[in-house]
Nanobody, 124 residues
């Protein structure tokens, strides 16, 4: 059974940086596209960024474009979200997701596998 495990969340001041990691266990996810979503209490899970299985194609939500680059290390089936110039509105639980069909999708329901989430809090 494939599992995704996020790490790197925490508390940071506005303007600071964090790096989230998502490691896959079980069968290799090297051919899967991967993505990050985030969710705040009482709201839907929102798309943040996605990356193709080769790492050549990416997609971003407008609110994070240029600040939160996504990358992956296919050899280690790990993906990363580098969070720069963080703002209080970035506060959320961040979830890692993977799609076995390799799509670059912004809809959560299209992803097959999910991590349990990591809390990111940005203080003003």
């Amino acid at each position: 059974q494939e599992q995704l495990v996020e790490s790197g969340g925490g508390l940071v001041q506005a303007g600071g940086s964090l790096r989230l990691s998502c490691a896959a266990s079980g069968r290799t996810l090297g051919c899967y596209s991967m993505a990050w979503f985030r969710q705040v209490p009482g709201k839907e899970r929102d798309f943040v960024a996605a990356i193709s299985w080769r790492g050549t194609n990416t997609a971003y939500a407008d609110s994070v474009k240029g600040r939160l680059p996504i990358s992956r290390d296919r050899a280690e089936t790990t993906q990363y979200l580098q969070m720069n110039s963080m703002q209080p509105e970035d506060t959320a639980v961040y979830y890692c997701a993977a799609d076995q069909w390799g799509r670059i999708a912004t809809t959560p329901s299209l992803y097959n596998f999910w991590g349990q989430g990591t809390q990111v809090t940005v203080s003003s």
